[in-house]
Structures are given as C-alpha cells and as structure tokens.
C-alpha cells in the first residue's frame, strides 16, 4: 500500500524533516539529486549528451545537482537556467555555485535538439498558477525534441494535487518522485505526463503530527480479503439481495449479480420485473429472481439478505422509486449494508429528502456525471476537484463515496482517501459499473463471518482494486478496444487467485 500526499502535506513534511529532524535542506537536496542520477543512468546509451533545464526554485536547485553529479561521473551533462537567476532560492544560489567551481557547462541558449535525453527541473509541487510565456515556451521546445525526457519529482505544469495541466506541461518518460507519491500523479493527465514513476527514499518520513492523507493499494494487499472457510456453505459466504432491472434492462442485473457470484457470493437473489425472468434464468441460472414487489415479498427478502445492491438497471419510474424507497428505509433502520448504483443514484438525485437514510452502512458508487447531479456542481467542477467532491459528500451524507473515474477515488469522508490506478481505458464500456457493484457485494460478504473488521471504506478500496485489477488481466489478452463488461467478470477467478498467492508469501 503506498502512501500518497498533497503539495501542502509534502511540503510540511519537507519543513519538518529540516527544522524539527534536523536534516539540513542541502542534504535533502543531495540525497534527491543522488537518486534522479540513480534512475537516469539505468536508461543511459554510449555518447549520451544530457540537459538539465533547471527553474531558480528549489526544484532548479535539484537539478543543477544531478547535472553536477553526471558531470563527476564522465557523462556529457550541461544545465541550462530557465529561471531569473536574480531570484533563486538559497539552496539553488548554493547549487548554482558548486556547479561553477566544479566548471560543469551551463548553456544559455540550448538548442534541444542536440540532446539526447533531457531533465526537466523547472517547476516543483509548488506551482500556483498556469506556465505561460517564457516558461511555456521552453516545455513546449523542451516536449518537441526526439529525446529521452526525465522529470524531476513532478513534471512541470502538472498540478500536484489534481493531476490538471496548468498551462502546458513537461511530458516525461520517467518521474522520479521525492519521499511519496503525490495525489496529482494518480489522476489524469498527470500520471500519463508521468510515464513510469519511481519513487525515492531521500530521507522524508511521516511523523506524528504530519502524515500522509491517501492511499493506494497494489497487488500484495489482496492478502487483505479473508481466508475461505473450509467448512462454509453458501449460506455462509453471504446471500446478496439485487433491487435491479426495469422491463429490457436484465443485462445490467445479469453482470452485477454474476459478478457477486464470481466474487465468491453464496447466493443471490434478483428482484426484478416479471419480463426479465427467463432471460435472467437463462443467463444466469445460479441466481434466484423474484418479480413481486408488495410488502410481504420485500420483508421476506430483507430478512433473508445480508448485503443489497440497489441500482443497475432500475429505472427511474414511479415503481422503481417505490422499491428503491421501501428498501433503503429498511437498510438504514437494519444497518444492512447497501450498494447504491447507476440509477438508484439518479432517483437519490431526483428524491434529496433520502439522504437521511444514507449512513456509513452505504457505499454510493458515482461516475461524475451522477455525482453532478448528487451534488449540484458542475461536471468541469468536479474533474477540477475530485477527491475533495467526493470527501464533501461523504462527508455530509456519513457514506463510502466511490467516486468513479480513471483514477477512483474511495473515501469515508473522515479518516481515509484511497485513490485508485489499477484498471485502464478498455473498462469504460456499457456494464464496467454494473460489475464493480457486484464485485463491491461480494467483497463485504467475505467479511460477514470475520472477527476482525476492517473500516467499510478499506472493503470498498478494496473491491475497486480487484475490479480495476481483473480489467488490466482482460485487456492483456484481448486489448483495450475490444473489452466488454463481461470480461471483467472473466478475469476475476485469476485475479482473485492472485490474492491468495498474496497471502501465502
């Protein structure tokens, strides 16, 4: 699980390394600049000619370093001063000196395309504002050559925070990252600005009072999901009541529920509209469908559940209200955990008085266009402030918010934000959402018999990284274009294989 940071959270754990620790910033900035050099030379040919294009702050600073240190070590390595040398920072001023008593060659009017790999060290996490310019000018010249393309802890005009382009941005091969990830390198177009990221240990690390505010779980953590109980039966691995389906709509209740069921579901029952019966029985035999609607019916069936899943397929009726209604009165008075998807959400939007049946028994699951109408902003609002949109909602509401996009964002409004990188671009087909809802199900019935409990949120994270995790297994053999929903269902045998070998190690 790697730790993932804000600009302002980076930049007080730099402040307290240096003046609470006692690491002095030169040293910082040494071991940093060590690192970039680290990582440069795994990527070095014969001949190589290396520019450094360094900004006057801190960040230029770094990169005047590493073009020090390559200089030492016999590699051809000029640097090249973007910023006003007027206003460097103290340690940049320091590192522009050192460069020059140990004469390595500073170029004031490069021509880029003499380089054969170039660093970018303009700009650090503390841009505020878009690159316009001068500066634009130089990334875009910079962007042009046929180069290899390092970038310096973030490439230059990627906004730390959201990932957004502020302007124009450096687009690199590699990243070499300082002490943690930050937020802005998960979320697009940051992390495609990115390439490959690697993140080095320069010497920064939590402490009580500053710390890491997110999170994002990799392979090793589905050793999380619980041991199988070898003496279960269906009943004890959970029983998944799904409130889907309008008349043509089975094929959203059909992926959710099998997905449940490859998720590892006992069982799970469908109520839907009488029209969709054989087509489901048909389809997906293992799942019993019920197509009554009256008190009764719905009684036997809260009774019998252990986790709902409201949504897929739905609807957004004067019926399909009427149902959606009925049941999330009975969840939160039950504290039955619930999935509310696709249109349940639309008729939440529709009904805002239900919120009050909203609580942290609940993982709402929004792409951002529901999430617009949930919460009234604007859809450029919230590609502009995502995580912070989703944490706002689940705030208010007492939810797990699974803000759906490229890069998820899972929160609980209070104590944990997980941002999501497995999946890719082959998952954004007609049913990817209708399977994680399952997938989501079936992940908290593996928890139902378990002594200890992990937070709701982690549960969520969790079953987003499976999903995400069984869509990257399906586009290796079939390729991104050709994706569909059910694929993702496929691959979750192997992929949840791959969490048992997790456990084992």
Request: proline residues 3%; aromatic residues 6%; negative net charge.
């Amino acid at each position: 699980m790697k730790k993932l940071v804000t600009c302002a959270e980076m930049k007080n754990l730099d402040s307290a390394t240096i003046h609470k620790i006692g690491v002095a910033s030169e040293v910082l900035m040494e071991r940093a600049a060590l690192k970039v050099v680290e990582e440069t030379e795994k990527y070095l040919e014969k001949n190589e000619r290396i520019l450094v294009a360094c900004g006057n702050g801190n960040n230029g600073g770094d990169g005047i370093a590493v073009a020090r240190l390559l200089y030492l070590k016999g590699i051809r390595a000029e640097f090249y001063m973007a910023g006003n040398k007027e206003k460097m920072t103290r340690e940049t001023t320091l590192q522009y000196k050192i460069a020059t008593a140990y004469h390595v060659p500073e170029v004031n009017n490069p021509n880029w395309s003499e380089y054969t790999t170039i660093v970018d060290a303009v700009f650090g996490v503390g841009l505020a504002r878009p690159i316009e310019g001068h500066y634009a000018k130089i990334i875009h010249e910079m962007n042009s050559a046929r180069a290899k393309k390092i970038a310096v802890d973030i490439p230059s005009g990627v906004n730390g925070d959201t990932g957004l382009e502020m302007g124009i941005a450096f687009s690199a091969d590699l990243t070499v990252t300082f002490a943690y990830a930050k937020r802005g390198l998960c979320f697009y177009p940051g992390r495609l600005y990115a390439g490959k990221i690697v993140i080095a240990d320069i010497g920064i690390y939590e402490q009580e009072a500053v710390k890491a505010s997110a999170r994002c779980l990799e392979k090793e953590d589905l050793k999380l999901f619980p041991e199988r109980d070898p003496g279960g039966n269906k009943g004890t691995f959970g029983k998944i009541l799904f409130v889907t389906g309008s008349a043509g709509m089975c094929g959203a209740a059909y992926l959710s529920a099998g997905a449940a069921l490859r998720a590892g579901a006992g069982m799970v029952k469908i109520q839907t509209v009488e029209e969709n019966r054989i087509p489901l029985q048909i389809l997906l035999p293992e799942a019993m469908v019920c197509t009554r609607f009256d008190e009764e019916s719905n009684e036997q069936l809260l009774s019998w559940c252990d986790v709902i899943v409201i949504g897929p397929g739905l609807g957004t009726s004067g019926a399909s209200r009427e149902r959606e209604q009925w049941f999330l009165t009975a969840a939160a008075r039950e504290k039955k955990p619930l999935v509310l998807d696709a249109d349940g959400l639309n008729l939440l939007a529709m009904h805002p008085q239900w919120r009050e049946y909203i609580g942290d028994h609940v993982i709402l699951t929004p792409h951002i266009g529901e999430m617009s109408r949930l919460c009234g902003k604007s859809i450029r609002e919230i590609q502009e402030t995502i995580a912070g949109t989703a944490v706002d909602y689940a705030k208010k509401t007492g939810c797990v918010c699974v803000q759906k996009d490229a890069c998820t964002v899972v929160t609980d409004g209070r104590n944990d934000v997980y941002l999501n990188v497995s999946g890719n671009s082959g998952m954004a087909t007609a049913g990817s959402g209708d399977v994680l809802s399952g997938i989501l199900a079936g992940v908290l019935c593996m928890y139902l018999k378990t002594e200890e409990q992990p937070p709701m949120v982690l549960k969520a994270a969790l079953g987003v990284y499976l999903h995400g995790l069984c869509g990257d297994l399906a586009a290796a053999e079939k390729g991104k274009r050709s994706m569909l929903a059910g694929d993702i269902i496929e691959y979750l045998p192997q992929a949840l294989a791959i969490g048992e070998e997790e456990s084992k190690l």
